[in-house]
């Protein structure tokens, strides 16, 4: 069997994998990242969507082996501690979800469209997550919660002031 040599939320880790082990198995059954949930294995839902070496993936569409060397987060990498990602705390400030199951898989992909447009209109929204789906929530309180998502994330970018002496 292959090994890999995998990094996920800044642990390494080295795995032997059987070659048609998706990535979305080893993140849950193997390393248990079970905030990637399995949605339909035809990356037609985007439910496990991570980000792999940056950008956003479907891990139900990766081999393990073809993300060997890779650096992969999952949701629950996002937080630093306990404190969550901006993109966390607006889903639920917006009560951005109703059965939960897409959601790790909205942040993901809004997290990633925000790297190519830090300020997307509700259309740019719409169109940057047409690949993930939700049969919940008609998707109004998703995209007022990455809209909401963008402007904490800028203003987190934003340098402070240093107020006066």
Known sequence: ????????????????????????HLLRDR??????PIGCDTSNCGACTVMLDGRSAKSCSVLA????????V???????????HPMQKAFHTEHALQCGYCTPGMIMAAIDLLRDDPDPSEEAVRRGLEGNLCRCTGYCTIVRAVRRGA?????AREPQEVPAP
Do not use: F
Not at 4 to 19: A, H, K, L, S, W
Not at 31 to 36: A, Q, S
Not at 65 to 72: M, P, T, Y
């Open 74 to 84: 999952t949701v629950e990498g996002l937080a630093q501690g306990n404190e969550w």
């Open 31 to 36: 390393l248990g990242r079970t905030g990637t």
């Open 151 to 155: 402007a904490e994330m800028s203003k």
């Open 65 to 72: 082996v073809q993300a060997d060397g890779s650096d992969v």
């Open 1 to 24: 069997m292959p090994r890999i040599t995998v990094t996920v939320d800044g642990v390494t880790y080295e795995e032997e994998v059987e070659p048609r082990l998706l990535l979305v």
